[in-house]
């Protein structure tokens, strides 16, 4: 069941991602596609870097935590960037 979840959410947010890429689909769909994608990644991101700052663990912990809310950020900018440009 865990893994059917996680297929259908890749599927959704891969099909978003590549959707808000598109010139095919109207300004419209892409502009809340991307803010859906945005939201979604910048929610997650604070919740991981608030975590590494706030958990108790050990010093890897944290900066596993760190490090992946960085890769996102780094994903969203790509994202956005990439977006920006097929305008």
């Known amino acids: ?5 996680e ?8 099909g978003a991602a590549e959707g808000a890429k598109s ?3 109207p300004k419209t769909i892409r502009y809340i596609l991307l803010g859906a994608i945005v939201m ?6 604070v919740l ?3 975590s590494s700052i706030v958990i108790a663990s050990g010093l890897l ?4 935590l760190f490090g992946t809310g960085l890769l996102i950020a ?3 900018v ?9 305008l």
């Open 74 to 76: 780094v994903f969203l």
């Open 78 to 86: 790509k994202l956005i960037k990439d977006v920006i440009k097929r």
């Open 23 to 25: 010139k095919s689909f």
């Open 7 to 14: 297929i259908i959410l890749e599927l959704i947010i891969e």
């Open 48 to 50: 991981l870097i608030y």
């Open 1 to 5: 069941m865990d893994a059917l979840i």
């Open 40 to 45: 979604i990644f910048s929610c997650i991101m």
């Open 61 to 64: 912990v944290r900066l596993l």
